[in-house]
């Protein structure tokens, strides 16, 4: 018995140790860390031109919350900040697509409670030149084309019916709505999440990639695609439903071609943490894909990624609230940080994703770590996800703790604090299921003290009941 109260009280100690460990380390990473600003990161060559930078801010109940604003920003060559413009003031707003236009404006998509807001916006003055309102609740990019026509990515989040989630193009001159592509005429309905389901695709992305060709990110379905306007045929198609090893959850491709006419995508594949780069095989249209580029590394929740017409890649590290322009290998050389929850970026003397060479093109086919810049997170530390897989490695666990821990540094961002950092968030969630286990534990052992313990007060109130009835 005495042996057993000293290994109860040693097994105590320790996972009291343990938990004043873990709370005094998260404690002290929270007091090291220097929250995301506005601003230039590392610049180790100017960039050509200005950037502009959509951030999608974060609201509850209609309200903006603190250090998590949504606005659109243009940086300098430096990384310095040109200019800001937020949303309306009086209601919840974010930001998605910024497109520049050839007479020096940005088209820029401003979803509000319950619509869409379309605007062609003048940075020199300030001001919209135009505004059209879409009857849809949360539309991530609209193209302008033909300078009256609008190409909308149309989420209909639709729930307990046929999702009517499409592809709109939506003539202004004539304010109608010239041509519709539904994605339950083509796709099963038990796809993704189901045809019923109230976010069932989650179209993020469309842009024309040649006359009467339209390139589409179907995000919930793990796949992009070519739609023919004439036709309304999937011409082209990377990725399948539930493959994530190719694509899971990909936002903002990027069509491009390579030397010998190759259909090749540039893609944020946001669930996997990286940037990947895919050619067609023999550049038919029902050859294979092959990955030729993948970036990964640090990275979290990357949302974009443009190919510059000097061979660098543009990428939008949402999670870590920053652009970044990236070599061929890897290596930051310009990088600025645009807090919270970045979404777009474009250089605006470029025009709207202006494309470049292929990876192939460049013979700089690989697999490479992102090296250089400021970082994010906390100096020093791998991200959470990098740590587990290091920690799991060879083990059976490794797949499905690794893609937790993913999940796990998607979330958390969104529900914490801005000055709290992931790994101060991971070490308090491991203290407090620590205590959790040990209550446990310890109404467990002590099951039979724990039931005398009740017993006596229910037979205690029960007595003074009692008495209060012969009273």
């Given amino acids: ?32 860390y220097d929250p995301p600003r506005l ?5 180790e060559s100017p960039a050509n031109g200005t950037t502009v930078v959509t951030s999608q801010g974060w609201h509850a109940s209609g309200e903006s919350l603190p250090g998590r604003p949504a606005r659109l920003a243009a940086l300098g060559a ?7 413009h937020a949303g309306p003031e009086d209601q919840q707003s974010w930001f998605y697509d910024v497109d520049p236009l050839p007479n020096g404006n940005l088209l820029v998509v401003n979803p509000v409670r319950g619509a869409t807001v379309v605007y062609e916006f003048d940075p020199e003055r300030g001001e919209r030149v135009w505004t059209e309102r879409l009857d849809l609740p949360d539309v991530h990019d609209v193209d302008l084309m033909n300078g009256d026509e609008l190409l909308v990515a149309g989420i209909a989040y639709d729930e307990d019916r046929v999702s009517r989630d499409r592809v709109v193009v939506y003539n202004r001159t004539r304010g109608e709505t010239t041509w519709e592509w539904h994605f339950a005429d083509h796709y099963p309905d038990d796809a993704g999440p189901g ?20 390139l589409v990110s179907v995000r919930n379905l793990d796949q992009v695609i070519a739609v023919n306007r004439s036709t309304k045929e999937i011409d082209l198609r990377l990725g399948e439903d539930g493959d994530h090893d190719t694509l ?20 944020a594949d946001s669930e996997n943490d990286r940037i990947v780069e895919y050619e067609r095989a023999g550049g038919s249209s029902d050859g294979e894909w092959e990955r030729t580029w993948t970036l990964s590394g640090g990275l979290n929740w990357p949302r974009d990624a443009d190919r510059l017409p000097n061979g660098n890649t543009l990428v939008v590290d949402s999670m870590n609230h920053r ?16 807090p919270w929850a970045t979404y777009d970026a474009e250089r605006t003397r470029l025009g709207d994703e202006p494309g470049g060479p292929t990876i192939a093109d460049q013979n700089a086919t690989g697999a490479y770590e992102l090296r250089g810049g ?16 290091r920690f799991t490695a060879g083990t059976p666990i490794a797949d499905p703790a690794t893609r937790l821990a ?9 529900a914490t604090p801005t000055w709290l950092p992931v790994w101060s968030a991971t070490l308090l969630a491991g203290a407090l299921a620590i205590l959790l286990v040990w209550a446990v534990g310890e109404a467990v052992t002590n099951r039979g003290r724990l039931a005398r313990r009740v017993e006596g007060l229910y037979d205690g109130v029960r007595q003074r009941f009692s008495r209060s009835d012969r009273d």
Avoid at 78 to 84: A, E, P
Wanted: charged share 20%; aromatic share 6%; net charge negative.
């Fill in 195 to 214: 045809v019923r389901a109230k976010d069932w695709t989650h179209v993020n992305d469309v842009d024309r990639i040649r006359d009467g060709e339209f």
């Fill in 323 to 338: 652009v970044i322009e990236v070599t061929q290998t890897g290596e930051v050389v310009w990088e600025t940080t645009v």
């Fill in 39 to 43: 601003g230039a990161g590392t610049v």
């Fill in 406 to 414: 993913e999940r796990w540094h998607h979330v958390v961002p969104w």
């Fill in 374 to 389: 400021s970082g994010a997170g906390v100096s020093g530390l791998p991200s959470v996800p990098a740590a587990v897989e």
């Fill in 1 to 32: 018995m005495v042996a057993r109260l000293a290994r109860r009280r040693l097994a105590r100690g320790l996972l009291g140790a343990l938990v004043l460990a873990l709370v005094a380390s998260s404690g002290a990473l929270t007091l090291s």
């Fill in 78 to 84: 430096d990384g310095r900040v040109d200019w800001t």
């Fill in 248 to 267: 899971y959850e990909q936002h903002n491709p990027q069509y491009l071609e390579s030397e010998d006419g190759t259909p090749t995508i540039l893609v």
